[in-house]
């Protein structure tokens, strides 16, 4: 339904199914007393699937989805897409913490997309406990993927400084 369609051929089941033979994994580590752990040589099951899925996969197929997603080739409705990017509010529980000078910079979470905002930049998204983030910016037509290899990283600051870069060098607008 997702995979195949989009050619995704470096997306498979963390330990359900054989690595793909391209490339090489990312080693994260994940701090654990006192001591970097090496998740991939430790063969420390990463995965709660009812939560993550336990997809590994590679930058190259993220991106992929993602521009696949955002060109309506993964539900018959086109309604699909746009009840993700239109369906979530502001937490009700600290609605405060989602602005900043009076503009909402994360107000929106629903059905697997959360919406990013770094200045005027719109981003479309999600990140993974392991520092991972996938993004599409509609109005760009530009995707940023990107991994870092320790869990405690703040992915959402990581983001945030990257795409200001790109606002910097005029790669966004």
């Known amino acids: ?3 195949e369609p989009l050619g995704m051929r470096n997306t498979y089941k963390e330990y359900r199914e054989q ?3 391209q490339g090489r994994l990312a080693h994260h580590f994940w701090y654990v ?6 998740i991939v040589e430790a063969e420390f099951a990463s995965t709660a699937e009812w939560a993550n899925g336990g997809q590994v996969t590679t930058a190259a197929d993220l991106r992929t989805f993602m521009r696949g997603l955002f060109a309506g080739k993964l539900f018959r ?4 897409l746009d009840l993700m990017m239109n369906a979530a509010t502001i937490d009700l529980n600290d609605p405060q913490k989602y602005f900043e000078n009076g503009e909402s910079t994360y107000n929106r979470y629903s059905c697997g997309l959360a919406r990013w905002k770094v200045g005027s930049t719109v981003l479309w998204g999600h990140t993974g406990f392991w520092g991972i983030g996938m993004f599409y910016v509609p109005e760009s037509d530009v995707c940023i993927v990107f991994a870092a290899n320790q869990v405690a990283s703040n992915v959402d600051e990581n983001m945030a400084r990257f795409v200001k870069s790109l606002r910097e060098t005029g ?3």
């Open 1 to 3: 339904r997702i995979l």
């Open 19 to 21: 690595p793909s033979p």
């Open 33 to 38: 007393r006192g001591q970097n752990l090496d």
């Open 77 to 80: 409705k086109h309604e699909t």
């Open 171 to 173: 790669v966004l607008e």
